[in-house]
């Protein structure tokens, strides 16, 4: 990325919740609902995608901040949609992202900041924290 995207970047999906997606699976037994950490995921990978096509080779975007309100459950079955947005695509970008459910009920809300990063020094970054290095 050389230079700041003034084109608005907006990026959707749509899934069904499956059990694997369950706050079950992070400790909260009896809890068939589309939990946080699914919805961190699905959402990330969206912003992510979206920023791909910006990016030139040999970089890539991280995550930075997270900011979610998680209002309303979502029960395995249910399909949920997700939309992410941004003013405009530059090194580090603010995005907007809302989930809901098939009646429109905001499920989940908040911001996502994502980083554009050399691959090659981002890894040989995190090769040396695992020497013991910085």
């Not at 970089?59 to 309303?72: D, I, K, L, Y």
Request: proline share 4%.
């Amino acid at each position: 990325m050389t230079r700041t995207e003034t084109t608005p970047l907006r990026a959707t999906a749509s899934r069904v919740v499956l059990p694997e997606d369950c706050a079950t699976r992070w400790g909260n037994e009896g809890l068939e609902v589309l939990s946080t950490p699914a919805i961190l995921g699905d959402m990330e990978r969206l912003c992510a995608e979206g920023m791909g096509r910006f990016l030139k080779p040999g970089q890539m975007s991280v995550g930075v901040t997270v900011t979610m309100n998680h209002r309303a459950a979502a029960p395995v079955g249910a399909t949920v949609h997700y939309e992410v947005t941004a003013a405009a695509v530059d090194r580090r970008t603010e995005f907007a992202f809302t989930v809901r459910d098939e009646a429109g009920t905001v499920l989940c809300d908040g911001s996502h900041l994502r980083a554009v990063v050399d691959l090659e020094r981002f890894r040989a970054r995190v090769a040396a924290s695992r020497k013991g290095e910085r």
